[in-house]
């Protein structure tokens, strides 16, 4: 089992920033993926970012595409989501989930946007953004 903990959301006005963090209990194999995901109340889950320890690239989609930035620190098994320029629509509970044993490009891939693909997944952070 791995257990992945996310932090640092909060309550931040329109156009203020957020570093969310995803912290995971150990390395599960020798690559693995983070994504990122958000649900707003009464939506589907939504797919915001992906990255893999492959160094392979990362993917975001378009909605925040030039405001958030994905991260990876390999040594101490932690993925960082940076979000700037926040929106109220950006208002959401965050999840990060992991990817065991990606394979190439596994990010660049349609499937890296299934929640169903990822085996473990975090509690959840809030993020409130008042206008």
């Known amino acids: 089992q791995v257990q992945l903990v996310e932090s640092g959301g909060g309550l931040v006005q329109v156009g203020g920033s957020l570093r969310l963090s995803c912290a995971a209990s150990r390395r599960t194999s020798n690559y693995y993926a983070i994504a990122w995901f958000r649900q707003a109340p009464g939506k589907a889950r939504e797919w915001i970012s992906c990255?893999?320890?492959?160094?392979?690239?990362?993917t975001s989609a378009d909605s925040v595409k030039g405001r958030f930035t994905i991260s990876m620190d390999n040594d101490k098994n932690t993925t960082s989501l940076q979000m700037s320029s926040l929106q109220p629509e950006d208002t959401a509970v965050y999840y990060c989930?992991?990817?065991?044993?990606?394979?190439?490009?596994?990010?660049?891939?349609?499937?890296?946007?299934?929640?169903?693909?990822?085996?473990?997944w975090g509690q959840g952070t809030q993020v409130t953004v008042s206008s």
């Open positions: 989930a992991l990817e065991v044993a990606p394979g190439h490009y596994f990010c660049s891939g349609f499937i890296a946007r299934l929640p169903a693909e990822y085996e473990f």
């Open positions: 990255i893999s320890s492959r160094g392979d690239g990362t």
